[in-house]
């Protein structure tokens, strides 16, 4: 097996492992806590994912690049390492100002305990160097990390709750950050042990060379980021923990579904934009080819959920799935939508350098559905919030539509 496919199967793994870590433990703790606690701890989660963002900034992409090129050098490895960690540990203030300002809200100020425990898996993120293992292409050690830090998560909640029979939601929160901790630390220690790490001080100019660097991406990520991240906060301001605790519960399902196609993408991904550069043609016919495919088969599998939610919410949720069934029936179409408009995105505007193009129509839709989160969220509560997500997955599926007939078009004329 080429090392091209055993990354990609590393890859497949790692983010099998972030699915299967909220798969495993969410449902144990909405039984536990109930859904307004749930509610609580699935909210500072959601923070700290949106504080996660500001953290890692675009350096997921642009000190990788980086690094791929010069990956033979290890003094510039090592002091592009010590430039991310400054740079992070920069963007940690405006974090940090950003919880206290969150801490004006009062139904954020609620749970200001457990947004202080995120705050620690976010400063442990600053020393994360996914973005140098990438580099390197050591996507085993990653895996082999993430199977390791969440492994552990999991086995600690299962023994906290069965074993010492305790719910304590102060506690649970530590045991979530957990891998976070785990994985920064583990990781930072095999780079110091393969001698990758120097003793090396930033200059201001380093480090506002690398956020210049990143800041593209940073924003383009931002920008597609937003809109998800910012859904059940709002929901939280204006409905109360509970309505955010049933959000995320559906919520969990839906990214669950909808990652199955990141690995599929990341596989055709190079494939298609290789072939794209000797045969456009044909690149697009094996695009629009596999997103049938997955379209179709994302509509068969939502169906029986659609069908019989309170069937498939008892079985995730246990005794709590009555309160979570109608927002999992519609949470599942979302899906379906999602996968057409990542192949659109992914496999067939990017390869054929239609970058501006694709920014602009995922911009739309984040901006159509930050529109209407907070009224649809206030007089539809949950379902309402859910909408909002509906409201900006279909304006990005009708720009990636009107983009494909105007392909056609142009086809037709050339003919």
């Given at each position: 097996?080429?090392?091209?496919?055993?990354?990609?199967?590393?890859?497949?793994?790692?983010?099998?492992?972030?699915?299967?870590?909220?798969?495993?433990?969410?449902?144990?703790?909405?039984?536990i806590l109930g859904v307004e606690s749930f509610g609580k701890v699935s909210?500072?989660?959601?923070?700290?994912?949106?504080?996660?963002?500001?953290?890692?900034?675009?350096?997921?992409?642009?000190?990788?690049?980086?690094?791929?090129?010069?990956?033979?050098?290890?003094?510039?490895?090592?002091?592009?390492?010590?430039?991310?960690?400054?740079?992070?540990?920069?963007?940690?203030?405006?974090?940090?100002?950003?919880?206290?300002?969150?801490?004006?809200?009062?139904?954020?100020?609620?749970?200001?305990?457990?947004?202080?425990?995120?705050?620690?898996?976010?400063?442990?993120?600053?020393?994360?160097?996914?973005?140098?293992?990438?580099?390197?292409?050591?996507?085993?050690?990653?895996?082999?990390?993430?199977?390791?830090?969440?492994?552990?998560?999991?086995?600690?909640?299962?023994?906290?709750?069965?074993?010492?029979?305790?719910?304590?939601?102060?506690?649970?929160?530590?045991?979530?950050?957990?891998?976070?901790?785990?994985?920064?630390?583990?990781?930072?220690?095999?780079?110091?042990?393969?001698?990758?790490?120097?003793?090396?001080?930033?200059?201001?100019?380093?480090?506002?060379?690398?956020?210049?660097?990143?800041?593209?991406?940073?924003?383009?990520?931002?920008?597609?980021?937003?809109?998800?991240?910012?859904?059940?906060?709002?929901?939280?301001?204006?409905?109360?923990?509970?309505?955010?605790?049933?959000?995320?519960?559906?919520?969990?399902?839906?990214?669950?579904?909808?990652?199955?196609?990141?690995?599929?993408?990341?596989?055709?991904?190079?494939?298609?934009?290789?072939?794209?550069?000797?045969?456009?043609?044909?690149?697009?016919?094996?695009?629009?080819?596999?997103?049938?495919?997955?379209?179709?088969?994302?509509?068969?599998?939502?169906?029986?959920?659609?069908?019989?939610?309170?069937?498939?919410?008892?079985?995730?949720?246990?005794?709590?799935?009555?309160?979570?069934?109608?927002?999992?029936?519609?949470?599942?179409?979302?899906?379906?939508?999602?996968?057409?408009?990542?192949?659109v995105g992914l496999l067939i505007l990017v390869p054929q350098g239609k970058?501006?193009?694709?920014?602009?129509?995922?911009?739309?839709?984040?901006?159509?559905?930050?529109?209407?989160?907070?009224?649809?969220?206030?007089?539809?509560?949950?379902?309402?919030?859910?909408?909002?997500?509906?409201?900006?997955e279909i304006i990005v599926a009708l720009g990636m539509s009107l983009y494909?007939?105007?392909?056609?078009?142009?086809?037709?004329?050339?003919?």
């Open positions: 097996m080429n090392s091209t496919k055993k990354n990609i199967i590393y890859l497949a793994i790692s983010q099998g492992v972030n699915y299967l870590l909220p798969l495993m433990i969410y449902p144990l703790l909405i039984r909210l500072s989660i959601v923070i700290m994912q949106m504080l996660f963002l500001i953290v890692e900034y675009g350096f997921g992409y642009s000190a990788t690049r980086l690094v791929a090129i010069n990956r033979g050098d290890k003094e510039y490895i090592s002091k592009s390492l010590a430039k991310i960690i400054v740079a992070r540990l920069w963007l940690f203030i405006p974090v940090m100002l950003i919880v206290m300002c969150f801490l004006l809200i009062p139904s954020l100020y609620d749970i200001r305990n457990l947004l202080y425990i995120s705050l620690i898996a976010v400063f442990f993120n600053i020393f994360n160097p996914n973005w140098l293992l990438q580099g390197l292409e050591m996507m085993k050690l990653m895996a082999i990390n993430s199977l390791v830090s969440r492994g552990i998560a999991i086995s600690f909640i299962y023994g906290y709750v069965f074993i010492l029979n305790r719910n304590d939601i102060i506690e649970i929160a530590f045991i979530l950050i957990l891998p976070y901790v785990i994985y920064s630390i583990s990781a930072m220690g095999w780079l110091v042990a393969d001698k990758l790490v120097c003793v090396y001080i930033p200059t201001r100019k380093d480090v506002i060379g690398v956020l210049k660097d990143g800041a593209y991406f940073f924003f383009s990520t931002l920008a597609t980021s937003t809109y998800t991240m910012l859904t059940p906060i709002i929901l939280g301001i204006v409905a109360g923990n509970t309505a955010v605790g049933i959000f995320n519960s559906a919520n969990m399902v839906k990214q669950a579904l909808a990652g199955l196609i990141a690995p599929i993408i990341q596989a055709f991904y190079p494939k298609i934009n290789i072939l794209n550069q000797s045969d456009p043609r044909r690149a697009r016919q094996q695009s629009i080819s596999l997103l049938k495919w997955l379209v179709s088969f994302f509509v068969v599998i939502s169906i029986p959920i659609v069908l019989y939610p309170d069937v498939f919410a008892e079985i995730i949720f246990g005794n709590k799935g009555a309160e979570i069934k109608d927002a999992l029936r519609l949470m599942t179409l979302l899906p379906v939508l999602i996968v057409f408009n990542s192949i970058n501006n193009i694709y920014f602009r129509i995922i911009c739309s839709g984040g901006i159509g559905c930050l529109l209407l989160i907070y009224p649809l969220s206030k007089y539809f509560d949950v379902i309402g919030a859910i909408w909002s997500l509906f409201a900006a494909l007939i105007s392909l056609r078009n142009t086809r037709s004329e050339k003919k």
